[in-house]
Every structure is written in C-alpha cells, then in structure tokens.
C-alpha cells in the first residue's frame, strides 16, 4: 500500500509534465461522466427510489377515459360532477382528495403577482403526508361546500408574501380580492406530487370550493376539463381494479343519466382508470430518462475510448523508460501498477469536474426540464448518485490501466534495450486502433442520428409559418374585481372598454374573442346537415367583425363578419380550410352551404386558410362564430413602429372602470413563443449535445489517426521519396482509415435499423430516426472523418519529405 | 563532351529546428555528367545525407541553384518536386527502407503507381520483374521484404529505384546495414550499373567503396574540402 502512494505521489508529479495530454483526458471524461451521473440521478429517481409518501403503493389518482365502441375515444380529462360522485360516494378509500390547480393572483401585494394555486379537499394533506411549521393543515371545517376563505402557504410562498414571520397565522392573504386566513404553513421539505397535467408547483393552497371552474362546468357532465384530479389511498383490503370498477359504476351511471337523449354521448360510456401515484408522477418519462441515460452513456464512451488511445499513445511514449524498468526486473504486475497509479490520478481529476458538471447538470434540468420530466426537485447529489460515480471512476482507471498492460508485449520490451533500431518494441495493434476508431465513429453516428432526428423535427414545428400575423399583436384579458355585473352588462363594458382601447394613438384594431386562435380552449363538435351521426370535433372560436383586422388570416374564399352579424348574433360561420374539405370535400364548395353547431344551423360564409398551430392540443379543424361575448377578452394590434407598454393598457383599463384590472396581458409573439417552448429546448439540447459529440469524437479520432499517422511518418517519408506527391499520401492514409470509417458506419447502420426494428416491434419509444437525420448524421460523421485523416497528416504531407525520414527514434 | 546531367551552384542548406539553427550546407557547388559514379565521404553528421536529400529533392536547398538536366528546380512546389523525384531519381537508402505490407514485386512497382496516370498494374508488374530480374531476384517477386536476407532486401530497394528510368541513382550508405559479403554483391552490382549507363551518386565512408567511384567528394562541416578525380576512370 505504501508502495501504491509513492507510484501515486511520482504518477501525478510525472502528469504534471504532460499538461495537455491530462486537459483532454479529464475535460472529456469530466464533462461525460458528469453528465452521465445527472442522468443516473434522474433514472434512480424514476425507477429505484420510492416515493416519500406514507403507504404511496396504495395511493393513486383517478382519471376519467370515454369509451365509444369499446374504444378509447378520450382520456385525461375530467367530469367536475363525476369526480364530486367519486369523491361523496366511493367506498374503496381510506383517504379521498379532490385538487384543481389554476393561475391565480395575488391582490393583496401591491405588485398583484400571478402564482400557481392548488384547491384541494382536507384530505389531500393526510394523503401527501404534509407535515407543518405553523398551524394546522385543512379539516372538516376546509371541506366541500363550507366556503371557508383559509389559506394554507408552503414555505416559499411564506417567504415571498410574509417575509417568514412568525406571527403568520390568522393574518390574510387576498387572492383575487377574496381574503383568505392563513391557517398553517406547510413544512420545507413537503414535496407536492406533481400528479396533474398542470405540472408547474402550487405556492399557495386554497379549499377545493374556490376553484376557479365555471359554474356550469361544475354542473355539466359533458364538459372534460383538464388540470383537475381525484386522489385517494386504497383500502388495504382491496385491488386497484375494484376501485376501479366501483369508480366505473359510479361515474357511468351518473353520465347516463345526464346525458339523456344526446346523440352526440349516445355509443359513450364515463369509466374510471386508475393510476398509481408512480405511474402518474412519472408518466412516460420512463423511456425518456432511460434514453438520456443511453445518450449520454454513448458520449461517456467516446471519451473513454478517446483517452483510451491517448492512453495507450503515452505508454507507446513512455516504452523505453518501462523497458529499463523491465530490464531491472519489474514484473508485469509492477508495470500494471504503475499505469493504475496514473490512470487513478486521472480519473480522481475528471471525477472532480464531474461533480461540478452534475451540480450543474442537475439545476439546468431543474430550471428548465420542470413539467417534462418528473420529480427533478427530489434531484441532488445523493449517495447513490455519489457510488455510481465512484464505481465509474474505479472502473474506467481499471479499464485503461488494463488496456495499457495488455498492450504491453514484456518479451518485446526487453529486446528493445538491444536493437536500437526503430519499429521494435511497443506499439498499439493495428487492429486496436481500428476498433477505437470505429468505435468513436459509430458511437458518434448514432448519437448524432438521434438527436438530428428530434432536431428536424422540433426545427420544423419553429420554423414553419403560422398562418396569423403574431406580430405586434397583443392578448389581454380584464377581471372585474367582485363588482357584480349582470351577464348582458358585461358585452356592454367589453364593447365600451374596445372603444376606449381602440381610441388609443398606438392601436390600429380591437377584437373581443373568447380565446387565441393560438390557444383556443373550446372543443366542439359539428356535422353536416345531411350526415347528423358523423360528429367533427372542432375548435371554436367566437369573436366581433374585426378579428381579420388583427391577426389578417388568409380568406380563401369567402368575406369577412359584417358588425351587424356580430350584433345579431347571425347564424353565419367562417371555418378553417380543413373544416372545409371535412365537410364539403372542397374548400370552395363549403361557401354557402351549412352546418350544425350545438344543433342549430349555420351558414358558411367564409373559408380560412388553416393555422399551422404547433400546439399540439388543437385542431386544424376551426369554426370561428360572430358574436358577442360575455367576457373581457381581448387581442389587439398596435400600429407598426409604435410602443406600447402593458402599463398603458392597465391604466387605460383602470381609468375606465376603477375596479377593473389587467389579469393575463402577453404578446402573440410570446406566446408562439411558449407554444414551442418544448421544441425551442429540443432544438438547443439536441444542438448542444450533436456539437459535444462532434467535439468529443473530433478530439478522439484525431488522436488515434494522428498516432496512426506518426507510426507510419518514416514509411509515408519513403512514399514520398519515390515519387508520392502530397494527393497521394492523403490518398493512401484515407485509404488506411477507410477501414475505420467502413466499420464504423455499417455498425452505425446495423445499431439504428436494430433500434428502428425493436422500435416497431415493441413500441417502447415515443421518438424514431428517421432517414434523413441518420443519414445526415453518417455524412458528417464520415466527412469529419474524412477531413480529420487529412488534417492528422499535418507535417508529413505538407513538408518535406526530409523531415519524415529523419530518423529520431 | 558528356552530356550535363546535374549542376549544384552556391548550395547552403540551413535546418531550424526550435531556436537553433544547423548550417548543414555551405556554398557547394559541383556538376555530375551522363554515366558519372561519384562517392560522396566525410564524418557523420558532416551534411552527406543532406546534400543527398538536396539532389534527389527531399528538400529545397536554402540558397542556390540547382539544375536536373538544365532544369531550374531550386524552388518547386511539393507536388512538383514529386514528381521529379518520381520520373528521375532513384532513392536506395542505408535502412533498404522496403514496405512491409507490400510483396517484393509490388514494392518495385510502386513508383509507377505513383505516376501521373498511373502506369496499369499488368505494365508495371511486368517492369518491376524486369528490373527484378536485373538484381537477380527474378524468383522472389511474391515473397514479403521480411522473407529475405538483409542484402537481398537492398537489391530489392535497387530495382525500385531503377524502375522509373532515373536519371540519377542517389545512393545513401547502401552497405551500412549489410555484412561485408553482401556489401561487395551490392557494390558489384551499383558498378554494373554504372557501366550499363546509370548515373550514381553515393555516400559512403567505407574507403574502400568510395574508391569504386570516378570521383570522390570529400564533406567537412558542410563544405566540399577536398575533389579528387580516380585513377581508375583515367585507364
Ligand atoms: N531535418 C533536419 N532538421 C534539423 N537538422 C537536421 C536535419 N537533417 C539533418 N540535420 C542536421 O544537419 C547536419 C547534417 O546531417 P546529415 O546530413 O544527416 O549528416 P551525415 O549524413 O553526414 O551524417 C547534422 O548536424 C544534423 O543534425
Ligand atoms: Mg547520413
């Protein structure tokens, strides 16, 4: 052991003179290995580690699926009354919760920030085994239908709103000007199960009564909402698939019943599907974390194969010096020793930076992976974590100490001392050095593929046009405090509060909408006259005449609204172009024909040309309905080169109506913007990752072909002095590497057909490589190839020939 | 009067290597005719090889002139010093310094592959035997450079650099790596070559081979100290 320290201590005095050599070792194998131990932490979290709550086996969340014809016609969205049934009648549960999350604001702060809000029923709290700093958590008095404003903050929300003041309790917080009595803050460590579609975490937590659905939602058995949920802890006497069918029953019945005599709900039955709380959590984040794992394992081994070969080069290097230590009678051991002693001292640096790289790694996906891959903020450096790099670390210094001593040929070495010709001794096989490089090559093939394959298709979906003009345009929506308004006063002020935006210098036109055609909410269906059976589920989209003046969709055919047929609320219809060919075959055949919407008929007036909407919640098929609204939703656009600051909006609202405030207030362009959030993250992770790859395996190639290129120097000096002119000898070393590049791209094939293959067969992946991305992935991999062969001949091929037969060994 | 083949005027050649710089050569200046066989001699390191690698366009000299067949080729481009290199002058070198991977036939016939076009493979698998032949190795064309005798590796490494027709035979110590026996076959068969016609040019600094020679340059430091013409060719 003694000893091992010494060679330890003389190893790292020794690197210390090879600066560069150890900087490429442990930057590549730092940055992978780091990376590499975030996705172990993600994956550990995902498949190994239990969840924190008590009896989490029992505990799952409910979901509603439609079922027509024996088929699954919907999933993920909820009955409000059916989850209230559930919740009052099922007798399956130890423990039942009902949660809805919404954006909400906070009026009580001067800034009136928008937060995230979960309404939960009592129980959620002895279900999410919720300890608390202060107070108590929800009871009987917090329950359905008590209407009792309390309030319950998590740590961070008593830090934001109360400055962590001891005396919280009993003071109020005013959400949407209704104040709410603090009655317990929630411990720090409480970890809200992210279990909705609503992924974003609550600060607040508000009694399930005030939840912000509409009050015919909450009646209506045919209004499927989403980011609402029931929870409950199984009896321990009974089997999710009981539960289930309870649920089932339940559920059913009760939209039967309510949907009496609807054509539409005629063939469909509301069942119950039951999820663990690990199966919601974590969702189909399995193959996802699993193939980050794969991904960055791939890197991790093209820096490994990489220092591989620098590794063997500097034994190559080092042959002498070992062969006088033969020479005095140093054993194979002895020699294995030594090389693990330096190798340790390398791995020890890149673990190092891999800490840091993870560290780093981890708070990245933190910020902005939250909503797409689950429970990031139970990541962190853990013990596990920390194992599996130490393993890592031991393994990969076994593995290059154990590669260098193989390569190492003792009898070799001490008839080295005796010829001092050159050639003899050591020196990494040739066949060596092909797998290295084919390795490198098909690593870096396949990883490219893949990401080229998200890449494509995310840069596809940014780039293509919308279809609407987003630009200079604005989306607002007003509350009106807790003034009560009649419903037909509320079009009145909507109508009044367009005129008083519309009379503001910068804006050229106001329309009043129900939604964004970017994120239009309602989902309805249509039929033709003639085909009543044959439902066309369609967004909707209701607004005044001066809808085109804003977004100046394309008309394809058709005119616009006229005021007088918002006035009327006319039975007249634009539809979107895809509508068009669903209904009459022909978008220009639709003009003046009809449809059915809510069992009245419309007349189409007009055809649009259809919005290439990233989102992928919406349809291509569009219905857009003049009429007036009884909400105070706006978009507007504002006159080209001008400003406009929301601060003008929301005064000009307040000057209109005191009580009155701006709630949501963004650009179109925002959020397009927010729409392709996801792809513009898949498109800069893919494009990080393809660039590292292409770095990683660019230094790796180049060190094993520019070692290949040093070995062959005084052969390729002979070349030249024959007569080889510089074309030849690039010529004659691609020619070498082509063996290389050849395996490393028929392996590359055969991987991706395989996982093309397994993909189709087994299904287990919700991405594919396409033709395209994989055979731009092996172009470039091969014209790198290519150009790195030719730039490892630098100093040979573009110098004298003098210079590669001189003899310096 | 012979026919000039070569003329060196002013050469020097200067190596920097890092901070230091080698004055290899200094200011040689020297002609070689049709059918001349000059030795070249001097203490190692005294520029032999140099001046070699000067004539045969492994590199161009630092200053000075240098004429192939009253040809300017002090300042080629690398390609087309290759191609000289390829069409007139044969390289034998101290180490034979024959491709392992290549059969013998197929190391002679290298040159050709390396000409512009390429001579066909049947063509130049038919010179390369000839020329094989001429070195008296016409029954070991498929053997591998390793499967022969040091000296027969040499004779080998002849043929090649005879192949192209050169106009000039460069020799770099040809006996250096071989037992005196096989030297005197190799030098035998340098001077049958010489009498056939080939121009040779050889360093070496056996005496006894340099006295071979028509004509012997004596290196110091990088300058030609000493020039003397042999008795032998005066007979
Ligand atoms: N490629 C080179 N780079 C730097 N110095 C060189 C190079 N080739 C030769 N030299 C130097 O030039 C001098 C002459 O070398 P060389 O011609 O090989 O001598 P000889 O062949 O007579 O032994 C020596 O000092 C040698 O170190
Ligand atoms: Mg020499």
Redesign the pocket.
Known sequence: MNYFLHELKSSFFSLLKVPAFCFTIILTLGITLGALVTAFNLNYLVFVKPLVYNDHERLVVANHIRVKNHEVDSEGFQSYPSLVEWYKKSNSFDEKALISSDVTQITSISSMPRINASYVTPSYFNITTASMQFGRAFNESEGVNQYKPSVILTDKAWQTFFNREHDVLGKTLAVEDIQFVVVGVLSADFQQPQLTDFRSESLIYLPWDYNTIREESRTSWDDFLPHIQFVGKLKSSLKQQQAQHELTSLSDSGFRRNTQGSEYWKDVSLQARLLTFEQAIIGDSETTSALFFAGVLALLLIAVANATNLFLSRIVEKRRQLAIQAALGAQKQHIFRAMLAESMCLTAGALLLAIAVACCGIYLLQQNAAGQLPRLDEMSLNLPSTIFMLICGITLSFIFAGTASLAVDYRGLSSMLQSSGKGSGLQISSRLRVALAASQITLAIVLLAANFSLMFVASAKISQPLGINTEDTYYFTVTTGNKDLTDLSISQQAKELKKAIEAMPEVEAVSIISATPLSPRMTRSVTHPDRPRDFVRTNVVISDSALQQVFSQKIIAGRQFTEMEVRNNDKVVMISQTLAKVLYEDELSAINKSLIYNGVTYKITTVLADINNPSSNSFEEVLYIPSELEKLTFVFKKKEGVQISKQSIINRVRDYDSKFRVFLYYSMDDLHYRILKRDVATAIITISISMLTLLLASIGLYGILSYNVKMRQYELGVRMAIGANPFHIVKDVLKDNSKAIYWGGSVSVILISLFEGLRKELDFVNFNIDFLPAFTAMLITLLLSVFISIISLNGVANRSP??SL?NDD | MEKLKIKMKNISKI?Y?GEME?H?LKDISFDIYEGDYISIS?P???????LLSLLGLLAPPSSGQYLIENEDVSNLTLTEAATIRNRKIGFVFQQFNLIDELSVVDNVALPLKYQTPPVPLNEARDRAIKCLNRVDLGHRVDHKPNQLSGGQQQRVAIARALIADPAILLVDEPTGNLDSKNGDVVMDMLEQLNKDGTTICMVTHDARYADMAHRQLHLLDGEIVEQKQNVMEAV
Do not use: E, L, P, V
Not at chain 2, 44 to 50: A, L
């Open positions: 003098i210079y001189r | 190596f290597t080698t290899a001097g190692s390191g005294c520029g032999k090889s140099t």
